[in-house]
């Protein structure tokens, strides 16, 4: 490393998070949904009156929790997506999926559901409210990730990565003070991630890509290590806690830094516990043609994307109605296309974000 290159400040621009966060190429955007949801009416419903909120467009947060675009029960009806992918990591909560594939999903706390969309795929995810005694705390990220021109056409591909499944890496520093590193991709220490979609740009080593959520204690130190290239883009997006110190940059709760990537990135956290994301990969460096849950090379393709999916509905909507949920399901379980089911552990509803 030349001398101008080491003076350089690690810490290279700082920016608030706000509701959906702003990401760099590969990555599209970042959504965060925090929604402190009321007890279920047996029906996986709100039990509170739903007047006065946009019904099927409820982004106000009133009372601390969104309808979205559910009418019933909160959530994203069948909705189409072609041309990037998307990665959702819950932190608290209940998600019910359903797609044109036919595969249908409940998954919950520390789970991932990674789909590719490629040449088109519908689906919906409801936040079905399952505890009728207490409040539903439901908390998740939605990271939307491009794919490269020549992937955007390949087939649909839907998969869960468990809670169980995924590494989680501990640290600890000289005081005894831990750091907890969730590896959702991106390899670290010994930890290698649950293999990406085989379309992802993640799939590619060459790429770069890591995503990785932090859990710090008050006053830990911990040492994340350089990317593999120097073209590689690194963020740190701080969402809970007081602040966290990025390369002796105290950066507060509710802001994203973006770093340097060709150096060991030294983090402290603050004076109570801090949790934060990393996004990071290299990008894909092509043009990005985007209408609303299509994206693109171009805006001829996206014409196109519009035309097919009113020609061919991505395949159709095999279910009964467009927000379905899964009554009765008591556990986290994935149907995929083919008919084959796995079904894990059951769904804690009472237990902390992990």
């Not at 009416?41 to 409820?58: E, F, Y």
């Not at 209408?291 to 519009?306: D, L």
Request: charged share 20%.
């Amino acid at each position: 490393m030349d001398d101008l290159e080491s003076t350089r400040p690690v810490v290279l621009e700082t920016v608030p998070l706000g509701t959906q966060w702003q990401t760099v190429d590969p990555f599209l955007f970042c959504a965060h949904h925090d929604d402190a949801y009321p007890a279920g009416d047996g029906a996986n419903a709100p039990v509170a009156s739903l007047a006065g909120r946009t019904i099927g467009q409820d982004f106000a947060g009133v009372d601390g929790w969104n309808m979205y675009h559910g009418s019933v029960v909160p959530g994203f009806p069948q909705h189409p997506h072609r041309g990037f992918e998307t990665v959702t990591f819950v932190r608290s909560g209940v998600v019910d999926h359903a797609d044109s594939l036919g595969a249908g999903a409940r998954f919950g706390r520390g789970d991932v559901q990674w789909i590719t969309a490629g040449a088109g795929i519908v689906h919906s995810e409801m936040f079905p409210l399952l505890d009728e005694s207490s409040g539903n705390n439901l908390q998740l990220f939605q990271i939307w990730l491009n794919l490269p021109a020549d992937d955007k056409m390949v087939d649909p591909y839907f998969t869960m990565l468990w809670d169980g499944e995924i590494p989680k890496v501990e640290r600890t520093d000289a005081a005894g003070r831990t750091t907890t590193i969730t590896v959702i991709a991106g390899a670290t220490d010994d930890a290698v991630p649950v293999a990406p979609p085989p379309h992802s740009w993640a799939a590619r080593d060459e790429a770069d890509v890591a995503i990785w959520h932090l859990r710090i204690d008050p006053g830990a130190a911990v040492q994340l290590p350089p990317a593999k290239g120097a073209d590689t883009v690194r963020t740190i997006y701080v969402f809970e806690g007081d602040q966290l110190e990025v390369a002796e940059t105290p950066i507060k709760t509710g802001i994203s830094a973006a770093v340097r990537s060709d150096v060991a990135l030294d983090l402290v956290g603050g004076s109570t516990e801090v949790e934060a994301m990393v996004l990071q990969g290299r990008p894909i460096g092509e043009p990005v043609a985007q209408y609303g849950p299509f994206v693109m090379n171009t805006q001829e393709e996206i014409m196109q994307a519009m035309n097919d999916y009113q020609a061919t509905g991505f395949g159709g909507w095999p279910w009964p109605r467009p927000d379905p949920v899964h009554i009765g399901r008591t556990s986290r379980f994935a149907r995929h296309a083919d008919g084959h089911e796995e079904e894990t552990d059951q769904l804690d509803l009472t237990a902390a974000p992990s």
